[in-house]
């Protein structure tokens, strides 16, 4: 299989090459022709990686980039399928890194994910993106600016990008925040929100929030995992980096963890305050019906045609019942007043 042509320098684009680089002593110079040639020539120079960075490859196109670096078959088909949770494997030759970057369509409130795929080896690095959300090149633009951290090789740009990711996160986890307590109030306000959409509201927030839960919670296992020994292609000395990297996403977590309990206790008082409002609407039903049977039992007690009845032949029987009829329903009326039934 032959290998594939690939870009000299940055922001160039051959098919699902985004950018191919070699990194001596943590600066860039001009990109290799042929792969395998390259990072042969990288491993034994000791100071040099290479970075190559493919967006969405089919099958055909990832198998040359797979057979110039060694890559596991388990690895590379998960790497061409997608749909991965978080996660981090070690094999012989390198470690395959799943991390899932989002973004937050505030205008729709929308949570996106993306999946980033990393492998990592003796002398390369490989990522492979599927989706639009895009952190590398922000990344490799930065790394590029700071050789003092590339000449730590290819353990520099697994910490970097993880770091992006996850500082991302914190991010997104601030604007969920805002959009919430913008939800809370509106949800709460006399008049804020239609009544028959609330519930739905809430329903589509959770569901972004439990997207966003997917992308965050299973990271955390690999983080640890790399801020522990033993990690191969992983120095010691960059240990602590993905330690920080871990304290932030155990705080993000924690952050996503307190809004869907939010939400919970939210869509909790809702249900209930929709309760209080229904058993107010039968209490104010009852007392009015109970205001129009009262007169309506007497006169249809008048209406019967008997002979002897109270006041029939009294000149002021007639008025006497009128008033009897209005004194009844105002005297229930001020008990329901009374009693907050009305």
């Given at each position: 299989m032959s290998p594939p042509h690939v870009p000299s320098g940055p922001g160039h684009h051959t098919g699902v090459i985004v950018d191919c680089a070699t990194y001596r002593d943590g600066r860039r110079?001009?990109?290799?022709?042929?792969?395998?040639?390259?990072?042969?020539?990288?491993?034994?120079?000791?100071?040099?990686?290479?970075?190559?960075?493919?967006?969405?490859?089919?099958?055909?196109?990832?198998?040359?980039?797979?057979?110039?670096?060694?890559?596991?078959?388990?690895?590379?088909?998960?790497?061409?399928?997608?749909?991965?949770?978080?996660?981090?494997?070690?094999?012989?030759?390198?470690?395959?890194?799943?991390?899932?970057?989002?973004?937050?369509?505030?205008?729709?409130?929308?949570?996106?994910?993306?999946?980033?795929?990393?492998?990592?080896?003796?002398?390369?690095?490989?990522?492979?993106?599927?989706?639009?959300?895009?952190?590398?090149?922000?990344?490799?633009?930065?790394?590029?600016?700071?050789?003092?951290?590339?000449?730590?090789?290819?353990?520099?740009?697994?910490?970097a990008v993880s770091d992006a990711v996850v500082d991302h996160y914190m991010e997104v986890a601030a604007e969920l925040q805002a959009d919430l307590d913008g939800l809370e109030e509106r949800v709460f306000t006399p008049g804020g929100a239609d009544g028959s959409a609330v519930a739905a509201l809430i329903y589509a927030f959770k569901r972004q929030v439990l997207e966003f839960r997917r992308a965050c919670g299973p990271l955390v296992e690999p983080m640890e995992r790399l801020a522990g020994a033993g990690v191969p292609f992983v120095p010691d000395r960059s240990r602590p980096f993905f330690r920080d990297v871990h304290d932030h996403l155990i705080r993000v977590n924690d952050q996503v963890e307190g809004l869907d309990r939010l939400l919970s206790d939210i869509l909790s008082a809702y249900l209930a305050q929709v309760g209080v409002r229904q058993n107010d609407d039968m209490r104010r039903i009852s007392a009015w019906a109970a205001m129009a049977a009262a007169p309506t039992m007497i006169a249809g007690i008048y209406g019967m045609n008997f002979a002897y009845l109270p006041e029939l032949g009294h000149p002021l029987g007639y008025p006497a019942v009128l008033l009897l009829m209005a004194g009844v329903s105002t005297g229930l009326y001020r008990l329901f007043k009374r009693r907050g039934w009305l």
């Open positions: 110079t001009e990109g290799p022709t042929d792969l395998a040639e390259a990072v042969g020539t990288a491993r034994a120079a000791g100071d040099t990686f290479l970075w190559i960075g493919l967006h969405e490859p089919s099958e055909k196109e990832f198998g040359s980039v797979a057979e110039a670096f060694g890559l596991h078959p388990l690895a590379v088909e998960d790497a061409l399928s997608a749909h991965q949770r978080p996660k981090l494997e070690v094999y012989d030759d390198s470690l395959f890194l799943v991390l899932k970057p989002v973004d937050y369509d505030a205008a729709a409130d929308r949570v996106d994910t993306g999946e980033l795929m990393l492998f990592l080896g003796d002398g390369f690095v490989v990522s492979v993106r599927h989706g639009d959300i895009n952190p590398l090149g922000r990344v490799r633009e930065r790394l590029e600016r700071e050789p003092e951290v590339l000449q730590h090789g290819p353990a520099a740009v697994l910490y």
